[in-house]
């Protein structure tokens, strides 16, 4: 009969890390107003960049974690299907060509996530998180301004993504040739206005 080996002390100490990674992120949970919260997005022309689109997509749901004041993690998830224009028109032939196999291909992939990673406090508060796209995972960084005060969180963000890292790929100049004044920037820009409370 074999005599099992003591664990070594090397595995008492992954096993306390292991308990230490898994605990919950932070002990002040603020739900976000999905009615009052909403992301914009605007893209245009490559050459032409004061020809475009702009227009908003709501947040489903989310939820933003604090801990002694200040932000240290959270999700937030985003409908494709309410993409509307700038005039919050839902029911036209650009909202109809965004939410196609072209661009968010939005009847396979309804909805987008945001999970944050990290935040680092300093001059600026900059946030970075996993951005998923139609199925699609990315890590990206961007400032905010944030307040918090009486139970409400009040943030707002802008970042500038490429949406070919996302797979959306219609009329880029990096995967089309001769597209010429018809080349659609890779860039886009999104918005971010979050209210949420405790």
Same mark, same amino acid.
């Given at each position: ?27 002040? !949970? ?77 009847? !396979? ?6 999970? +944050? ?9 900059? %946030? ?32 500038? %993504? ?19 004044? !018809? ?10 206005? +979050?209210?949420?409370?405790?």
């Amino acid at each position: 009969m074999k005599l099992l080996k003591k664990p070594s002390p090397v595995f008492f100490l992954l096993a306390a890390g292991c308990l230490i990674s898994s605990r919950p992120v932070g002990n002040e !949970k603020y739900v976000v107003n999905t009615y009052e919260s909403i992301v914009t997005w605007k893209g245009y022309k490559a050459f032409v960049p004061d020809q475009g689109h702009s227009g908003y997509v709501s947040i489903s749901k989310g939820e933003l974690m604090m801990e002694k004041g200040q932000l240290v993690g959270g999700t937030v998830e985003v409908d494709m299907n309410t993409l509307a224009d700038e005039f919050h028109r839902r029911n036209n032939n650009l909202i109809s060509h965004l939410k196609s196999p072209d661009f968010f291909d939005v009847e !396979k992939f309804p909805i987008a996530t945001f999970a +944050i990673t990290q935040v680092a406090y300093g001059e600026n508060i900059n %946030i970075t998180g996993d951005l998923t796209i139609k199925g699609i995972t990315h890590a990206i960084t961007f400032p905010v301004q944030m307040e918090v005060k009486d139970g409400l969180l009040t943030a707002n963000g802008n970042v500038i %993504i490429d949406r070919t890292k996302w797979d959306v790929r219609y009329r880029s100049g990096k995967f089309y040739d001769d597209l010429a004044d !018809k080349t659609i920037s890779d860039d886009i820009e999104f918005g971010m206005k +979050i209210i949420a409370k405790k």
